[in-house]
């Protein structure tokens, strides 16, 4: 036990040695947004750092700086983002809009990504009575300030920034981290929640390791043990800003399970492995693949899109619309699929890539219609239809030709009718592709995930 | 209206000179019957002829004659049989021993076919009081006393006799008539039973046009408005002289429906055709059969067993628990069949034939493993079976080799399996043979109920 115990603290040594920033790098960063909030302030406008960087729970290599500008509560929500952009293209090189709730502005800054980022400033928070949101980043100078405080009060006993510094980097090895819909995954704010609620990176690890589904962790006890009904996410952690949300909201089943099991394996043979690139698939040729696909006996078929920049944290959840909604009409249509996935290289193109389990079938199909005791006209509307109908069993079935005896045909007619699609996607046309022509180095890794 | 009168009245008369027997016929079949009681008689037994040929119902092509011996209800079940035999094959010529509840005898006199059945005699029976039946064959003396005082008490009106030949004969033509296990259709009993109810045969069909599922007819009224909820089948008669039986238990879904579609478009357009061979398919050619299966691009297989005489009302259900136990089985391996049908000769061959919508399958498929939050051993049992097991959201899913990527190869399995295969067929030998092969001239009509 005292042996397990110090190859432990021994890994985490190791691996905090590897992530944790340097003296050198924190004061650089912190050089860096001290300068970025002055110039800020020349243009009449304060400004605060948060994440990561505000927390010290940041890594070594992430080198993202958010700022948020703060505006009153007076001033109109459509400012904000205009004015943050004004500030910022003054400040920064190399900057771009992005789009999330509202506008706001990425650049560089002495070789540094800063997000510059508009929010309001509602004055000091009550923690666990935060109603005052009026976009969804209002929050985050309340969360930035909860964890600085958690992290204080531990202070003279245990270093939490490290303690999440660990979880944040274990959790990225074995991809879970990260709450962007590409992702679904565990955030930042999440992370730093649950080392405060169990106390230490191996408490977690523990907890975590024998959670159900619908696991409810109510930090501040908000809602005092009766709040667990209202949320039906596979992992509740309740914000202690606000009682009624769910940091853990975009934490899908999957991540949530993968995350499980990698704890269980840390536990059973802990190692410095799980923290580096533990969940990462080995990267196959595509020789290897065209193999592995023909052995399988399947047919990959894939629609491609191109199309401007579009905020991935709003491209993906349509892509996942087009790919759900086209997985369900395919199989009205009698074709099987085994698996699909979204894929998108995060600039100008997307694929929706499926496995198909069936995807031939016969020129015929069986049509059933009324029963014998229905209305007379329903059944000589069906006669009407289908000249060869049969009784069979009470009611009048049919043979008829098949609109589609191939998957790739049907999907071909799917994509033009677009009927449910994402948003940006019915206005785009799709491009078919089968078997090996799918495959190009960008989209490898999608196969890696699927076989 | 009076034109679409005379024109029925003129079509069942048309109908009658050909299906009635003339007086000659029915002169001789009735001579034949006394001189084979007669004969039994010197055996020191009763016997009395029951069937159409009692009712006077029978048709003229329809030359088999029923002939019950009676027993004491003091002599043993096993005795019954044994004694007809022997007498039997003392009068008969060309006998053969059939078994249906117990054995019979089947054979010639002077051209014609008799069947000699044993049964108890129980004296007069009071109709609607049916209690003491010793075997299935035991009412039928009862129904045909039945039958004959209702034809009589209405003689003066109508003859009930000619609206009954009207009805079987009809029945006959659309395919429905005979209540064995393999037509699954109305008796000859049933049909009496209809005209009674409803009067005369036009009137039958006008109501039998209209019938729902469940239609419950309680020819004398024995449940009082409230038996219906005790039958589940699609038609319900009861019968007359024992209230808790289902006369039309017999009858399937399948064939009520084509009858209510006969009726109504006999009412439709009435024509001599309904009543002869309206039901026939017309005969297709190996050829023609070929051209239309690889026009559908589904394919076929079928199972031959050769095997010993059975009675068909004891084969056939065995034959359709075959069918339906292997195409259950053969979806759980994930092929599809659009339509599977039981064949047989009647004498020493049957077969099943499936028709498969889906009959070839990739190399691989997907295993469902157990969730992650389940007991860990069963877990590591799944990890262990399925090294390449992964996480497909909240549960385990692997890929494995398929057992079977061909349909043919899975029914080979199954038919060696042989779980759940009807009694018979278990100690039977089947052979699978698929496409042309399947083809002869025996098998043809299956084809023709299924294209």
Not at 35 to 49: G, Q, V
Not at 151 to 171: G, V, W, Y
Not at 175 to 184: D, F, L, Q, R
Not at 225 to 231: D, E, T
Request: with cysteine.
């Amino acid at each position: 036990m005292e042996d397990k115990f110090s190859l432990i603290s021994q890994i985490f040594k190791d691996v905090l040695s590897k992530i944790k920033p340097s003296a050198d790098l924190k004061a650089q960063r912190q050089h860096i947004v001290k300068n970025i909030i002055a110039e800020i302030k020349k243009f009449n406008y304060n400004a605060d750092i948060v994440g990561s960087l505000a927390k010290e729970t940041d890594l070594a290599y992430d080198a993202d700086i958010d700022i948020f500008v703060k505006f009153s509560p007076s001033i109109r929500k459509d400012e904000l983002g205009k004015t943050v952009i004004e500030i910022g293209e003054k400040i920064l090189s190399d900057t771009e809009i992005d789009y999330a709730e509202h506008p706001y502005l990425r650049g560089k800054f002495k070789g540094l990504t800063i997000e510059l980022v508009p929010c309001y400033d509602f004055g000091e928070g009550i923690f666990g009575d935060f109603k005052k949101s009026a976009t969804s980043v209002d929050r985050t100078l309340y969360h930035t300030r909860y964890v600085r405080e958690k992290i204080k009060k531990a202070s003279d006993k245990i270093s939490l920034n490290d303690e999440i510094r660990l979880l944040k980097q274990f959790m990225s090895s074995c991809n879970v981290y990260g709450a962007e819909a590409s992702i679904k995954g565990f955030s930042g704010y999440l992370a730093e929640l649950l080392c405060i609620y169990y106390g230490c990176f191996i408490d977690v690890v523990k907890h975590a390791s024998e959670w159900k589904l619908n696991t409810f962790i109510d930090v501040e006890n908000l809602w005092e043990g009766h709040g667990k009904i209202l949320f039906g996410e596979p992992l509740i952690v309740i914000d202690p800003v606000d009682k009624n949300r769910n940091v853990a909201s975009a934490v899908s089943e999957e991540n949530m399970a993968k995350f499980i099991y990698a704890c269980r394996k840390f536990l059973l043979s802990p190692s410095i492995d799980f923290f580096f690139n533990a969940g990462k698939k080995e990267k196959i040729t595509v020789e290897e693949l065209i193999r592995i696909i023909n052995e399988r006996g399947t047919k990959f078929i894939a629609v491609f899109y191109e199309h401007p920049y579009i905020n991935i944290n709003n491209l993906y959840p349509q892509l996942e619309k087009t790919r759900k909604t086209l997985t369900k009409q395919i199989e009205n249509f009698k074709f099987g699929i085994m698996n699909s996935k979204s894929w998108t290289n995060g600039k100008n193109k997307s694929a929706i890539i499926f496995e198909f389990e069936i995807f031939e079938l016969p020129n015929v199909e069986t049509i059933n219609g009324p029963p014998i005791d229905t209305p007379i006209s329903y059944q000589e509307t069906f006669l009407n239809m289908h000249k060869n109908a049969k009784l069979g069993g009470w009611k009048w079935i049919a043979s008829s030709k098949r609109k589609f005896t191939k998957a790739e045909d049907c999907l071909k007619f799917l994509i033009t009718q677009k009927h449910g699609f994402g948003k940006e996607f019915i206005n785009l046309e799709g491009k078919i592709e089968q078997d090996e022509k799918i495959l190009n180095d960008e989209i490898m890794d999608v196969f890696a995930e699927i076989l």
